[in-house]
């Protein structure tokens, strides 16, 4: 569960402070949109802050991914764009992380397959966070794509033996299934040395961050702020966030999801914390509320909005990070894929 999680979290922020170089990191989103709030306070600040602790990092775009609830990928190379700037802007460091595209890099997409084989249809099914999300789906028969794809990140994570993944609370079930499948592969196939290591989940202090309808913010329900929104759009978004009818503002995360996501925040965007933010507004209520959110937000974003927008004049610049990243992915996939190979003395 999420408190066991974050329990853990707090023993793996001691060990990556004491040595980062025991730890690689993997972690990315899907091309569907540009990056919002939910994605940077419930892991991009984590990626950002884990990378200049000198954590080797990987990020991917998640392309084939994109079908999983949609029958097709719009815009791809514009949503593609979009990533690789929103992470540029945030900070990540092409010299030193790797920024890719799966589609680019095969021999990642080879390790489905015996990954596959090491978990039940059963399993599978049981998986809360693929039911949600077949839930807000826009198609109306489940893909196997959509099924599977939770042994699809497997393969994202091991292919370059991640043992960390910043994530958010929705993908706990799915960091779940990679362990099993890495702990399932060392067993069957590991002849006493493991092949791979069963990564952590490293959640943020924000790990499910809503959206301004109330439930969780995503790229793809039309209710997220997004990091390239200008000052104006994000005050009329954040004017028009569900809040309740209480008066009074607290922060109660339990009972007043809505109000304390917003409290949250703007204690996030002043390094605060909610309750310091929930008793300064008190009776002023709802309005006050999201006028102080609002200035949070478009102050603590005006530097990533600037520099969002003078990486956008260097598309040359986009092209050569992915390419490059695509390289050094290439070629950790190849030698892991070999390795696997080597292992089930396949044939494959
Ligand atoms: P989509 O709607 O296309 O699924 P998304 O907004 O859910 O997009 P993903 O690309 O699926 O974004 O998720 C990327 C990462 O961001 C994951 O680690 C996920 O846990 C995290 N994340 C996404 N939304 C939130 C949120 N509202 N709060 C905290 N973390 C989030
Ligand atoms: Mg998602």
């Known amino acids: 569960g999420t408190s066991a999680a974050q329990a853990r979290s707090a023993v793996l922020e001691e060990l990556i402070r004491k040595d980062p170089g025991r730890f690689r990191m993997l972690t990315g989103d899907r091309p569907t949109g540009r990056l919002h709030l939910g994605h940077y306070f419930g892991t991009l600040h984590n990626r950002v802050r884990l990378q200049d602790l000198g954590v080797e990092t990987y990020v991917i775009i998640a392309d084939y991914q994109v079908l999983t609830d949609r029958d097709v990928a719009d815009n791809l190379t514009g949503h593609v764009e979009d990533l690789v700037l929103d992470y540029l802007a945030i900070g990540v460091d092409p010299r030193r992380s790797t920024i890719f595209t799966h589609s680019a890099v095969p021999a990642?997409?080879?390790?489905?397959?015996?990954?596959?084989?090491?978990?039940?249809?059963?399993?599978?099914?049981?998986?809360?966070?693929?039911?949600?999300?077949i839930a807000h789906s826009r198609q109306s028969a489940v893909s196997g794509l959509m099924f599977t794809y939770p042994v699809h990140q497997a393969a994202d994570i091991l292919f370059c033996k991640g043992n960390l993944v910043p994530v958010g609370?929705?993908?706990?079930?799915?960091?779940?299934?990679?362990?099993?499948?890495?702990?399932?592969?060392?067993?069957?196939?590991?002849?006493?040395?493991?092949?791979?290591?069963?990564?952590?989940?490293?959640?943020?202090?924000?790990?499910?961050?809503?959206?301004?309808?109330?439930?969780?913010?995503?790229?793809?329900?039309?209710?997220?702020?997004?990091?390239?929104?200008?000052?104006?759009?994000?005050?009329?978004?954040?004017?028009?966030?569900?809040?309740d009818s209480e008066r009074h503002i607290t922060y109660d995360p339990a009972h007043r999801p809505e109000v304390s996501s917003l409290l949250l925040l703007a204690a996030l965007c002043q390094n605060r914390r909610p309750e310091e933010v929930a008793e300064e507004i008190g009776a002023a209520g709802a309005a006050a509320l999201k006028k102080t959110v609002t200035e949070a937000v478009n102050e603590y974003l005006a530097p990533i909005r600037a520099r969002r927008s003078e990486y956008a004049r260097d598309r040359a610049f986009l092209q050569r990070t992915l390419r490059e990243g695509n390289e050094r992915a290439r070629a950790v996939a190849d030698a892991t894929l070999a390795e696997v190979r080597a292992a089930m003395n396949s044939h494959y």
């Open 108 to 133: 990642l997409n080879q390790l489905m397959l015996p990954f596959l084989s090491l978990v039940s249809v059963a399993e599978l099914n049981r998986n809360p966070t693929v039911k949600d999300e």
């Open 169 to 243: 609370q929705d993908q706990l079930p799915h960091l779940e299934v990679t362990r099993t499948i890495a702990r399932r592969f060392n067993d069957r196939y590991g002849n006493g040395t493991p092949v791979f290591p069963q990564p952590d989940a490293l959640l943020s202090h924000a790990p499910l961050l809503l959206g301004t309808d109330g439930t969780k913010m995503s790229k793809s329900r039309r209710n997220a702020i997004t990091l390239a929104a200008d000052a104006d759009e994000t005050a009329r978004l954040l004017k028009g966030a569900r809040t």
